[in-house]
């Protein structure tokens, strides 16, 4: 069973969505697939996610309201198989908790599921206008397209 970990900042508005989607679309072909998302941070610990990015959510079909917030923590290298932040600095904030190369070897850069090698990054909507909300699930919705797409031919080779 593959185990996958969203994290990005506060984990209230691009991890819980990237979650949900993935969620949504694990369910939808029946994956036995396992995802979570966290926050590098501590602040929204046990919060809901942004009322921005729930409302975003259900206008696009995707639950994500009943998701809580959480921190990333040094046993969640042990806990998945893919760590996939949304930015540099949670990259950076994830890999100085990596015990070995082993962990590091497992966190990767979310838009680099649509853009190889590009370095890009899912920007923060959280102080921005509620347009970015859309831009970051359309974003995040194309992302985890890719990574459905790799877990549906991971079981077809099984």
Same mark, same amino acid.
């Given at each position: 069973?593959?185990?996958?970990l @969203?994290?990005?900042?506060?984990?209230?508005?691009?991890?819980?969505m990237?979650?949900? &989607? @993935?969620?949504k %679309?694990?369910? =939808?072909? %029946? &994956?036995d #697939?396992?995802? +979570?998302?966290?926050?590098? /941070? +501590?602040?929204? *610990? /046990?919060?809901? !996610?942004?009322?921005? @990015? $729930?409302?975003?959510?259900?206008?696009?079909?995707? !639950?994500?309201d009943?998701?809580?917030?959480?921190?990333f923590?040094?046993e =969640?290298? =042990?806990?998945?198989?893919?760590?996939?932040?949304?930015?540099?600095?949670?990259?950076?904030?994830?890999?100085k908790v990596?015990?070995?190369?082993?962990? *590091?070897?497992? $966190?990767? @850069?979310?838009?680099?599921?649509t853009?190889?090698?590009? +370095?890009?990054?899912? !920007?923060? !909507?959280?102080?921005? /206008? +509620?347009?970015?909300f859309? =831009? #970051?699930?359309?974003m &995040?919705?194309?992302?985890t397209? *890719?990574?459905? %797409?790799? &877990?549906?031919? $991971?079981?077809?080779?099984?």
């Amino acid at each position: 069973m593959m185990k996958i970990l @969203m994290v990005c900042l506060g984990n209230i508005c691009r991890s819980p969505m990237a979650d949900g &989607l @993935m969620r949504k %679309k694990v369910a =939808d072909h %029946k &994956l036995d #697939v396992v995802v +979570d998302s966290a926050g590098t /941070g +501590d602040w929204h *610990v /046990g919060h809901s !996610p942004d009322e921005r @990015m $729930i409302e975003t959510a259900k206008r696009n079909g995707v !639950p994500i309201d009943e998701l809580r917030g959480r921190q990333f923590k040094v046993e =969640d290298f =042990d806990a998945f198989d893919r760590i996939i932040v949304m930015d540099k600095s949670n990259f950076q904030n994830v890999r100085k908790v990596a015990r070995d190369e082993k962990d *590091v070897q497992k $966190i990767e @850069m979310f838009l680099d599921l649509t853009h190889p090698g590009k +370095d890009l990054e899912v !920007p923060d !909507p959280y102080f921005g /206008g +509620d347009e970015g909300f859309q =831009d #970051v699930f359309d974003m &995040l919705n194309a992302g985890t397209d *890719v990574i459905l %797409k790799e &877990l549906k031919e $991971i079981k077809e080779n099984d």
